[in-house]
């Protein structure tokens, strides 16, 4: 069996280079792959185009490659909670394609299952439409989108084995299963990493043949993006 551990995240990533391509999983700040950030930002790559639902918060996730002008392209969904990334929009520092959340989900899994593109209803008739195909289906207008080119996927997961099986964890589950196999390298960081076979067949998310490097992360913060509460009486 292929034994694709890395020891360190510096060797996970090795190859990432200015200019690409990253597909980035999470939600908010659940289930973002924070060792590979912080290796971004110390590498200090730049010129990147980043895929995520979320942009991180100021100090935070990729709010961080924000602060040091790391990427140039931000293809997101929800961006609400970072005020940085909101200046660099309004200056033109940052190019910004903001596209539905279903379709965001869906261009990553195309690519995943090697569909180059398909058609969806949602946003037709808005400026997600522009210079798109459209084309009816059952009486009801569709628009076609392309599938991602990405050059690296980086995800976050629970629990991984030596040769890539990955289990994913509550929320973190959204965004980062669809990014596995859905850019030509496939890095995974994981909270516990075992040996292959001693993960239940019957709990595996995502099969091994879709990663091409896994390392265990040193530290997980899991910050929480708005901590709600209420005295209980």
Known sequence: MINKKVATVQEALQGVESGMTLLLGGFGLCGIPENSIAELVAKQVNTLTCVSNNAG???????????HKQIKKMISSYVGENAEFERQMLSGELEVELIPQGTLAERCRAAQA????????????????????????????????????????????????????????????????????AAKITVAEVEELVEAGELDPNQIHIPGILVQRIFQGKTFEKRIEQRTVRVLK
């Not at 918060?57 to 602060?67: N, T």
């Not at 969806?120 to 009801?140: H, I, Q």
């Not at 690296?152 to 030596?162: C, E, M, Q, R, S």
Request: negative net charge; hydrophobic residues 40%; glycine residues 14%.
């Open 57 to 67: 918060v100021d100090d935070f996730g990729l709010g961080l490659l924000l602060q």
């Open 114 to 181: 090697g569909i180059p593109a398909f058609f969806t209803p949602a946003g037709y008739g808005t400026e997600v439409a522009e210079g798109k195909e459209t084309r009816e289906f059952n009486g009801k207008m569709h628009v076609m989108e392309h599938a991602f080119k990405a050059d690296f996927a980086i995800v976050k997961a629970w629990k991984g084995d030596t040769a890539g099986n990955l289990i994913f964890k509550g929320t973190a589950r959204n965004f980062n299963p669809s990014m596995c196999g």
